[in-house]
């Protein structure tokens, strides 16, 4: 059993799960609002989030580990979509740097399975960094042309 790598792997299922609860959040006041596709991308975004879940448990269950399925940290609550996509964003780009640096850390004790997981879920989140940087750019230039003034939705 690798401990360093089930502690990695576990501190990863805690983010994730914030991540589909923090999505779902968002979801669902999108949807409240009329905002139909950006309430599908959050969605979406937490049924991938549930995925990566169900691959890092699985990895850990293969070390002979424990899954450890508690939730350490705190859903922000908005409803302003500006702020919904900036937090979005921001949990992807930590959760990039968080796999990177999990990556290295397998790499170091030999557990080359765990680290090639990493570097697919930190691809994953790359690629909802940049839909959620796309979605808040957008919002952006339109609130800009709108009366010259920013309107936060």
Same mark, same amino acid.
């Given at each position: 059993?690798? +401990?360093?790598?089930? @502690?990695?792997?576990?501190? $990863?299922?805690?983010?994730?799960?914030? $991540?589909?609860?923090?999505?779902?959040?968002?979801?669902?006041?999108?949807?409240?609002?009329?905002?139909?596709?950006?309430?599908?991308?959050? &969605?979406? @975004? $937490? /049924?991938?989030?549930?995925?990566?879940?169900?691959?890092?448990?699985?990895? $850990?269950?293969?070390?002979?580990?424990?899954?450890?399925?508690?939730?350490?940290?705190? /859903?922000?609550?908005?409803?302003?979509?500006? +702020?919904?996509?900036?937090?979005?964003?921001?949990?992807?780009?930590?959760?990039?740097?968080?796999?990177?640096?999990?990556?290295? %850390?397998?790499?170091?004790?030999?557990?080359?399975?765990?680290?090639?997981?990493? +570097?697919?879920? &930190?691809?994953?989140?790359?690629?909802?960094?940049?839909?959620?940087?796309? %979605?808040?750019?957008?919002?952006?230039?339109?609130? &800009?042309?709108?009366?010259?003034?920013?309107?936060?939705?």
């Amino acid at each position: 059993m690798n +401990e360093k790598s089930i @502690t990695l792997l576990n501190k $990863a299922v805690a983010e994730e799960l914030t $991540a589909v609860n923090q999505y779902m959040y968002f979801h669902f006041h999108c949807n409240d609002q009329g905002l139909n596709l950006l309430a599908e991308l959050f &969605k979406r @975004t $937490a /049924i991938a989030e549930m995925g990566h879940v169900e691959k890092i448990s699985e990895r $850990a269950l293969a070390l002979k580990g424990d899954i450890n399925m508690n939730i350490n940290l705190v /859903i922000r609550n908005t409803k302003s979509v500006n +702020e919904m996509l900036r937090i979005a964003r921001a949990m992807e780009e930590d959760g990039m740097k968080q796999y990177k640096n999990s990556a290295d %850390e397998c790499s170091s004790c030999s557990d080359m399975l765990s680290k090639k997981l990493f +570097e697919e879920l &930190k691809a994953d989140e790359e690629k909802h960094f940049n839909q959620f940087d796309k %979605e808040l750019k957008s919002i952006e230039e339109r609130d &800009k042309t709108l009366s010259g003034t920013s309107i936060d939705v």
